[in-house]
């Protein structure tokens, strides 16, 4: 019957309308749809990390505080770093900057309270980034930003657009973009010599836009714009991010699409502009001889694999019958075995692009989108897409499509609802990066928000010839993912200023120069050398940049959004390891370095198995690694021997000493008269008489510790204030005197572990039912040589937060290291799907015991273990009458396997 049906398919191949065959099911949709699904990975978006390398202070206040906390937070998901973010009142509450932390982000500096001022200066000195990423007055960051102390603040209203004097984004420098947008930073004469330029405005080279400040071992960076930044500049704001990071690898994707637009799709005999004065040729002509022979051979020198997209009709046609007659109706004469063939060419295009080794996806019956308000009786979209199937079968063109670029880049809910059910084999969305959601734009490389059986693979770009802000919109996404999707027409050469209203519709010309393919006359540029030159200068930037077509490419993106990193400092090194993944899996990295520490990057990388190349990038590198494996170890160039941590001490004194002389300039410019500065001199007798006023109470009074604490730390005697500490509560050993323990650290932290953990306890001590001290507490000393006092704490916790993954936790401990009393424990627990995460070790706890009944109980929640082990433990435990019909239940399950195969 199969046979006989593939016949009878055969022999319709010359038919117009498909219509008649709707009622054939061609594929078992169903299982093609179970299939893909299977192929997906799920995956969830990453928490706060609380030992995060990217801290972002927000506003919750402010609209765009948030916007660039989220922007910046999704690029960090992409990148795989450990991000974190707290509310401006949490931080000016806390002023505490986790170890871990390289950079911090503050879009807006005004709310932050005074004393962060401080905080900020020594986490910079000691080797910190702090990113701002607006413009707006606020006199106390001066010193940071890289001001003169006579800087009036004034604002420049004229400058406009960025030039890149320096490649802030790779492959970019001295291009010009946004040139028409006003900045409304600071002017540049409020800048001091010693900061660094990396970019100005684009009409103005005396206006600083990217700024560099150094101070002690570290950087402020400025984006001098009090303008709002975009979906597309992430990766803008992530170069700004990066200049923290120095030495931190991140994987990314590396997979390079692009797509051929209404390609194959029909052909017409019509002579048009610029081409027929380039070589006087009908468009059929043009893509057939010219446009597909061009593009097939820069695909076999760039070892392209295009995704080409289909489409079979142009007439807007959304009311059945859906015939191909479009398709059709253009042949060509072939040789088939010597023999004289005719056949369309579309079809003829299809064939040489599958011979070539391009994949065939889909871009719908015709370029009508696939919206509400124009498919007004959605049935009929079933209707085209049983159509396609057809065709699909009957010409052998393969497997159903997988990809699908909607037309013209819109589709809805519905159109989505109703393209998957119809077109079941499609998995991979490549609608736009940007644009608006509900019209099928705006999409992340995740799965999309309206079907999650469709994972998005978004598009960037456009285009033969790209301005320079299209080509800043690649790098900018590319620095962050590796990915650069990119689509071409056919048709793009034929739009041209003079056909615009006919042929634009609404969209900005493909063609606005009036290019010719090949050649432009009184012009040394044309499509084809532009694009070929432009594919030259990115793989030259990456020369390990990987082209793949969408369903490869869907497919690689989709496992590198779903693996998970851990980043670990230990003895100098830095490692970023896949946490979810197999130690031989092969990766590619990005990473920053400076030009001071390329050498021992460069030493160190050698070392490996890796293969690198890096680009310039800001004012260093940019590198390009490959690993065969799914860790990358790289030194930490923020480590430092005692001796080294020595150097910093002065050299953040140094610091301390130009901010206090900072302000001194600040004042006589203010005042126009001279400044006498006692400041040091008199500071040290207020810190005197304050260290009396604190040892004369029974009370310790946080404000005047925290006071002199900052004081002591910055004259590197905090070892003196812990001591002073510990005197005191001796005498005056108080809960509020114990807990203060807690607040010193966040100035001065404790000093090694093991007073970490003595304070940390007595604080629980005291306050035993404090949730966060007891959790505290086990994220420090969960360990094994600790195993006894975290059972306490983890009992305690059960005990004060009574919900299901305490109980776990506290669960998992027991049956880790204290398995007597984990029997107790569950002695009247019931089997429960809520602890199926546990019920392996559970299962093995009484089978160890010899109590098999309560074994065999909990594996039905286990998948680790076989059949044979429970067949055992239900003959030890006397039941071998139950068994027999586990087994049938078995013999049951294999026979239908078996039935489903034939």
């Keep these: 019957m199969a046979i006989a049906l593939s016949l009878l398919l055969v022999g319709c191949e010359g038919l117009d309308d498909w219509s008649d065959l709707k ?16 192929a997906f990975k799920r995956y969830t978006a ?28 999704k690029v960090c998901d992409y990148a795989k770093l450990p991000f974190n973010s707290l509310n401006i009142k949490t931080w000016n509450s806390t002023l505490k900057v986790a170890p871990t932390t390289r950079i911090i982000v503050v879009y807006d500096t005004k709310k932050l309270n005074d004393a962060s001022v401080e905080v900020l200066i020594n986490f910079v000195s000691n080797g910190g980034t702090l990113f701002i990423p607006f413009a707006n007055e606020d006199k106390r960051m001066a010193f940071l930003l ?39 930073g600071f002017a540049g004469q409020n800048f001091s010599s010693k900061v660094k330029v990396l970019a100005t405005a684009a009409n103005n080279p005396n206006y600083p836009t990217v700024i560099e400040n150094p101070i002690g071992s570290g950087r402020v960076i400025l984006f001098n714009t009090s303008g709002d930044f975009s979906k597309v500049d992430r990766g803008f704001l992530f170069a700004g991010v990066l200049k923290g990071l120095e030495g931190i690898p991140y994987p990314i994707a590396n997979a390079s699409t692009i797509f051929l637009d209404d390609f194959p799709g029909p052909q017409y005999d019509i002579i048009a502009e610029p081409i027929k004065s380039e070589m006087n040729i009908t468009t059929s002509d043009f893509v057939q001889k010219i446009w597909w022979p061009d593009m097939r051979e820069l695909g076999k020198e760039f070892k392209i694999p295009y995704a080409a997209m289909l489409t079979f009709d142009y007439r807007n046609k959304i009311v059945p019958p859906f015939t191909l007659d479009q398709w059709n109706s253009k042949k060509i004469k072939t040789k088939n075995k010597n023999k004289d063939k005719v056949e369309s060419l579309p079809d003829w295009l299809v064939n040489d692009v599958k011979k070539n080794g391009h ?58 609802r109703e393209l998957k059910r119809t077109m079941p084999s499609l998995k991979y969305m490549c609608s736009l990066y940007i644009g608006n959601l509900e019209d099928g734009g705006d999409r992340e490389f995740d799965y999309d928000p309206f079907e999650n059986n469709f994972f998005d693979y978004p598009r960037i770009s456009s285009g033969f010839y790209m301005h320079d802000d299209e080509k800043y919109t690649i790098q900018s996404m590319f620095l962050y993912t590796g990915i650069w999707t990119h689509f071409v027409h056919p048709d793009d050469v034929y739009q041209i200023p003079a056909t615009a209203d006919k042929r634009a519709a609404g969209y900005s010309l493909r063609n606005q120069f009036n290019l010719g393919w090949r050649k432009t006359a009184n012009s040394d540029k044309a499509l084809f050398p532009e694009f070929k030159n432009y594919l030259k200068q990115l793989t030259a930037t990456y020369p390990q940049m990987r082209f793949v077509n969408g369903d490869v490419g869907g497919n690689l993106v989709m496992n590198w959004r779903a693996s998970r990193y851990s980043h670990a400092s230990e003895k100098g090194l830095y490692t970023v390891k896949e946490i979810n993944g197999s130690e031989s899996g092969k990766k590619y990295w990005f990473m920053y370095c400076s030009p001071k520490n390329a050498d021992r990057v460069d030493t160190q990388l050698k070392s490996q198995s890796v293969l690198y190349s890096k680009t310039p990038f800001m004012d260093g590198y940019l590198y390009s690694v490959y690993s065969n494996k799914s860790k990358l170890t790289v030194i930490d160039l923020l480590y430092k021997s005692p001796k080294e941590k020595a150097k910093q001490a002065a050299i953040t004194n140094l610091v301390r000493a130009d901010f206090a002389k900072f302000n001194v300039d600040v004042k006589n410019f203010l005042s126009g008269g001279e400044w006498v500065d006692n400041y040091e001199k008199n500071f040290k007798i207020e810190m005197e008489a304050l260290k009396n006023k604190m040892l004369s109470s029974s009370e310790i009074d946080p404000k005047d510790w925290n006071k002199y604490a900052d004081y002591m730390a910055s004259e590197n005697k905090g070892d003196e204030v812990w001591k002073m500490y510990e005197d005191f509560v001796v005498k005056n050993p108080s809960k509020n005197n114990i807990l203060y323990s807690g607040e010193l650290d966040k100035i001065i932290e404790y000093k090694d572990e093991i007073a970490h953990e003595k304070w940390l306890s007595e604080q629980i001590k005291v306050s035993p039912e404090d949730k966060k001290l007891l959790k505290a507490y086990i994220e420090s000393f969960d360990n094994e040589q600790n195993k006894e006092k975290i059972k306490s704490v983890l009992k305690a916790l059960a005990k004060v937060e009574p919900n299901l993954e305490n109980y776990k936790k506290y669960l998992k401990h027991l049956l880790e290291y204290f398995p007597e009393e984990a029997i107790v424990e569950l002695e009247n627990k019931q089997p429960t799907k809520d602890l199926s995460d546990l019920a392996t070790a559970i299962v093995w ?31 030890s435990a006397g039941l071998s009458d139950e068994l027999e019909p586990v087994y049938k239940n078995i013999l049951l399950n294999i026979q239908r396997m078996r039935l489903q195969l034939y």
Excluded: C
């Design 146 to 184: 890289g001001f003169k102390p006579e800087a009036e603040y004034g604002t420049d209203d004229k400058a406009a657009g960025w030039y890149f004097n320096t490649p802030v984004l790779p492959n970019m420098s001295g291009k010009r973009i946004a040139k028409d947008s006003k900045l409304y």
């Design 359 to 416: 994949e065939l996806a889909f871009h719908g019956y015709n370029h009508v989108s696939l919206l509400k308000k124009l498919w007004k009786n959605p049935k009929f979209i079933e209707t085209s897409m049983g159509t396609i199937k057809k065709k699909w079968e009957i010409s052998n063109y393969g497997p159903l499509p997988v990809t699908y670029v909607p037309p013209s880049n819109d589709i809805d809910r519905m159109g989505i």
């Design 845 to 875: 706890l009484y089978a160890d015991n010899a109590d098999y009944k309560k074994a065999i109980d909990w594996s039905e929640f286990s998948s680790e273990i076989d059949f044979v082990t429970k067949m055992t433990w239900y003959i």
């Design 46 to 73: 990453p928490v706060l990390s609380s030992q995060a390398v990217i801290q972002f202070i927000y506003d919750p206040s402010s609209k765009s505080s948030k916007v660039y906390n989220q922007e910046i937070r």
């Design 23 to 38: 009622s054939i099911e061609l594929f078992n949709t169903k299982d093609a749809a179970n299939a893909n699904q299977k």
